[in-house]
């Protein structure tokens, strides 16, 4: 099965499952991670998802033999592939947590990068690759490395596609939490199962939140976020937090 979903204590776990070929997408594993995440969208008993690869790759990126055999545009492949599986990541109002535990090339970099909280272990390296095929990138990656890195940043490592270390990463504010190898597995278990256990509904509408406020203005931003606070006034998390105050206890929270 080249894509794995599982999930245990409220995470969904989707692992890219190819590992002889460090995991690169085939049109099938990019129509099936669609279809998880949107299924995991309306899954009440998924509160996090966790996107990560088997064996030693995060994700090469598309599987270039599968490029050149099918006759089509790369507009028209990424259009019905690549762009509404980012674009689904980016707006799904879950976390989602993006975790390498080895390289990251080409479009596995967008996906990596589209990640609300990027994971690497120590020996994760990214190499944006798209311009060693002469190609520029697709999936957001000049959209989010140049908010996430900056310009130049970006330039640099579009343009050269040299291998950055997962500490490099974290220094360039590409990765949120960098884990030691030997204890990757349970450090991101962790994570993941903390993240799910919060309250889930607003962590939800924060993503909603951050993304409102990468297009629009301040003033308009202040009203949005005004109204998102009575959204989240009408959940059943917001009333346990406040009672949990009262009471001097930790919260349990639901997701709702
Ligand atoms: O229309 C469209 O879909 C356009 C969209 C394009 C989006 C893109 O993602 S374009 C960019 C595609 N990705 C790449 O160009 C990366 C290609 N891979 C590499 O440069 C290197 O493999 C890595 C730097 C990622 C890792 O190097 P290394 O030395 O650790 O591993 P390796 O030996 O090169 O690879 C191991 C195996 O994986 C190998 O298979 P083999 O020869 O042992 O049978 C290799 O061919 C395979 N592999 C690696 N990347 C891909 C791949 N097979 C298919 N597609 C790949 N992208």
Sequence with gaps: MPLISDINNNVLYLTLNRPEKLNALTDEMLTGLLSAFKKAEKDTNVRTIVLQ???????????????????????????????????KMRSLEKPILTAANGVIAGAGSALFLAGDLRVCSTRATLITAFSKIGLPGDTGITWMLTRQAGWNRAFELLTRSEKVSAHTLKDLHLCEHLFEESTFETDLIAL??????????????????????MSSGFEEHLEYEAWLMDVAAQTADHAEGMTAFKEKRAPLFVGK
């Design 53 to 87: 690869g088997s064996g030693k790759g995060f994700c090469a990126g598309q599987d270039l033999p599968d490029l050149e055999s099918k006759n089509r545009s790369f507009y028209e492949h990424i259009n019905a592939l690549y762009m509404p599986l980012v674009s």
């Design 192 to 213: 993941a199962e903390q993240m799910a256990s919060g309250p889930t509904r607003t962590y939800g509408l924060i993503k909603r939140a951050l993304n409102h406020g």
